[in-house]
């Protein structure tokens, strides 16, 4: 009988945070094999599209801006070292009532930080911004270092840097079990079977159902994206157009960047539906799903919220009950790491999250304090 081929660490899925940790086990030492169910670069999951926000003055919790702040580090890092570019710095405005989460979670990561910020009335962001209006009652936080990143460039370039490293990497190969025995771990796939000291499971909108863990109670939210096609004046150009994120009712925002290629990018956070089986999505979008998004920008971007709709895409947001991510071992083995840190919000993270994975992998440990991602919290 042929013996399965054996490694120090298998990680599943090749997304945003699957393709940064083989890269980091990789550049390690680690002899190390990449699965992925589907083909590079394919846009069933979470990775595809031309932009993700990345922004430091996070709003959600201050305990993420140290994380933001190494990743946007690592992000030049991996930039530099494969002469390519992957992010752009545009600033960012965070708008909304003083009181709100926007403005406030902003406001409080700003001073346990000590972070770079203006903040700007109605009368003052209008001649520095020309396409944004302020809502009566709402202010805007302008993140200095706030931008975005090219997903896509992102994840290929921390595959092709992995493979460059050491790494194996295998498409279009879906796991169809996997069994963790003492220090080893045992993974079938549709062309054969691999043993590994350590496995990671970074699968997105599939890591519940492959994991098996009752406690991780994550839900699949299908995700409505769209491109306007905005007139064709400088106020949508990266110079005068920063990405920003608007809570136009409690709680609830729409975000947007500058003009790319595909036109001018927006969409409503969290305003999808549930997905019962990330395998059977609707990945049409209809005429229809675009008003809420018109509507929420009509305060702010008056003329983008007329504009019409040039592109629309779906995407899966994998959230976990509190929008915070996991970022555990696995409760009934320690050489399993269950990962699924978006909840729509974690991209921006993966150079870091890669790092931080690979030295659990390797050492067990990391300096950063992971308890707020346990998976029994």
């Known amino acids: 009988m042929t013996q399965p081929h054996s490694y120090d660490a298998i990680v599943v899925g090749l997304g945003a945070m699957g393709s940064a940790t083989l890269y980091h086990l990789a550049r390690r030492g680690v002899r190390v094999l990449g699965l992925e169910q589907f083909s590079p670069g394919h846009s069933l999951g979470s990775s595809h599209g031309d932009s993700r926000i990345i922004r430091e003055t996070y709003f959600e919790h201050p305990l993420y801006v140290p994380l933001v702040q190494r990743a946007h580090h690592l992000w030049r890092e991996l930039e530099d070292m494969n002469d390519t570019s992957l992010m752009k710095i545009t600033g960012g405005l965070m708008i909304g009532p003083p009181d709100g989460m926007v403005v406030a979670g902003t406001l409080r990561s700003v001073r346990e930080h000590g972070l770079p910020h203006e903040v700007l009335t109605a009368d003052e962001i209008m001649p520095r911004f020309p396409a944004f209006r302020l809502p009566e009652g709402a202010v805007a936080v302008l993140d200095p270092r706030a931008g975005y990143l090219d997903p896509e460039a992102c994840t290929r370039t921390h595959l092709a840097a992995a493979v460059a490293a050491g790494a194996e990497t295998h498409f279009d190969e879906p796991v169809v079990a996997w069994s963790a025995v003492g220090d080893d771990a045992r993974v079938k796939t549709t062309a054969g079977e691999y043993l590994a000291d350590r496995l990671v499971l970074c ?12 406690d991780l109670k994550l839900t699949v939210e299908r995700q409505t994206v769209f491109w306007f096609d905005a007139p064709s004046a400088a106020e949508y150009e990266a ?139």
């Open 203 to 214: 699968a997105g909108a599939w890591t519940e159902r492959l994991a098996g863990v009752s």
């Open 239 to 377: 110079e005068e157009f920063p990405i920003y994120a608007y809570e136009f009712k409690p709680g609830t925002i729409c975000y947007g960047f500058p003009r790319l290629p595909r036109g001018v990018k927006a969409s409503v956070m969290h305003d999808g539906q549930s997905v019962a089986d990330p395998d059977h999505v609707g990945r049409g979008v209809s005429a229809e799903e675009v008003e809420p998004l018109r509507a929420a920008l009509r305060p702010i971007l008056p003329e983008l919220a007329e504009s019409k709709v040039r592109e629309t895409s779906v995407c899966l947001f994998t959230n976990t009950r509190d929008h915070d991510f996991v970022i555990d071992f696995h409760p009934e083995h320690r050489n399993v790491l269950v990962s699924s840190p978006c909840s729509g919000h974690g991209f921006k993270f993966a150079s870091a999250i890669g790092e931080l994975q690979a030295e659990l992998v390797v050492n067990g440990r990391t300096a950063f304090d992971l308890s707020p991602f346990a998976i029994d919290r």
